[in-house]
């Protein structure tokens, strides 16, 4: 029996109908982190022992650079049979000034991606046919 | 500058006895077997015998099992267990640079004469793959399994900016290629050992595009090795005019580094903390020049790590050859070919070798003395006095040695 999708990693994004992605924030000096696993706060010069706040982050930003992969990456990543190119993007979150990688969605045409548009998070298999789900970027258009 | 000819300035310096290489190739050997050969070459350049090395470095491998996770004792073992101390380094790309800063560490603090390091790999085809099994708490594994993204994504990521921001193209990084290989054709050493043209390599397939094959380095069997000494053991053993280790650079990054690295999934956040004055990779070769007491427009000649073409544009940029934005101008201007003002990469970089992780940056290190000891034949740097190294590799890994003469 297939199993039903779930994420690929659990507390990293949420999968309702408006996804997002989780970090971690330090309470005392508001730094961001993402994954949100981090075992300090990653600012070296904070001192506070409280521990870091899981916090959703803005599901928008912007490219800061982009790839289109023609070959399939070795395992452990999954590639679809026969294999089709796929586009990974830099995304640049601008409250959390964070720049964060992902997948970039099914059916959305490389022509329509350059450095500085805007794209949104959505959450998806990591490819057709797995039950992995995991955050992609996905321009935000008409 | 502190710098001069004859080594009127010792503080800090050990000598390079001796450096050997095993050629860079694809033959699926026991990695043991290339590191032995480049041992015992770079101690017979030394003169001096295995039996009288004091400290064994050993670069690991993380892909043979291991034997590879303790390289310092297997190539010990290898060349019969003399009782001599051991340290095996793993800093990724920068293994080979770990390895030397140990045991220049060693020399320096009084603990050693002589020192033996040693880096060796054998290699998979195709990409760089995390070894087998599942590990969804390990951000090299994740990479892969969430995003897919390889090593040459994040080269490719890095290339597109520099379109971006400098207007560059394909073409201009295809240039890099043809200089390397030109450099590399008389390298007994390297892989790859053949012109290219510009028109090979746009037509070359496109792996992640903006970049294609011939834009990437490939992966590579090899060995390297170098003997180090205290500079009185050497002058004791008639080692005349060694050239020297004057600086060695292993820094990791600064919060926040707002480059994306390898294999991080993001940057660190700049919303509370401005980033610092020098990202990673110039911050690398800063603290070399800092602790060797020069600047860039001292230097002779340049090995760094051309992982791709357009990385190594990067390179000149982070090193201070040029500004910010000028590096195409620089190769165009044939500046960093050989005859030109800093030749980068005389010995044909990775892109004749391709790259053998614990072994590359003491191959870098051997070419730098070569071509300070005059002895670079068919791609020999006039005049050289001073050679910088730099490279960098995952998780905040990067490595710059200054060597001089």
Known sequence: ?142 | MEVEAGGTVSAGRVAIAGVGMHPWGKWGKNFVSYGVVAARTALKDAGIAWSDVQFVAGGETVRNGYPGYVAGATFAQALGWSGARVATNYAACASGAQAIDSARARILAGLCDVALVVGSDTTPMGFLAPSGGERRTDLDWLRFRLVGATNPTYFALYARRRMELYGETEADWAQVKVKNAKHGLANPNARYRKEVSADEVLASAMVSDPLRLLQICTTSDGAAAVVLTSLEYAKRHGIADPVKVAAVSTVTPTFPQTAIEMPYLSTDSAASVAPPERLFRDAIAHAALEEAGIGPEDLSLAEVYDLSTALELDWYENIGLCKEGEAARLLHDGDTTLGGRVPVNPSGGLACFGEAVPAQAIAQVCEVTWQLRGQAEGRQVANANVGLTINQGLFGHGSSVICVR
């Open chain 1, 1 to 142: 029996m297939p199993e039903a999708p779930a994420p690929a990693v659990d507390g990293w994004f949420t999968t309702d109908a408006e996804p997002q992605l989780i970090g971690a924030r330090c309470p005392a000096c508001g730094t961001f982190a993402f994954p949100p696993e981090v075992f300090a706060c990653p600012n070296p010069r904070c001192e506070s022992e409280a521990e870091l706040e899981r916090v959703p982050l803005s599901s928008r930003g912007r490219i800061w650079s982009f790839v289109v992969n023609h070959y399939a990456a070795p395992p452990p990543a999954l590639s679809p049979d026969p294999f089709e190119p796929y586009a990974v993007a830099a995304v640049e979150l601008a409250e959390e000034r964070l720049v964060i990688l992902g997948r970039v969605a099914e059916d959305v045409s490389f022509d329509a991606l350059k450095i500085g548009i805007e794209m949104e998070i959505v959450v998806e298999p990591i490819i057709p046919g797995t039950d992995e789900l995991v955050w992609k970027w996905k321009p935000v258009g008409p």
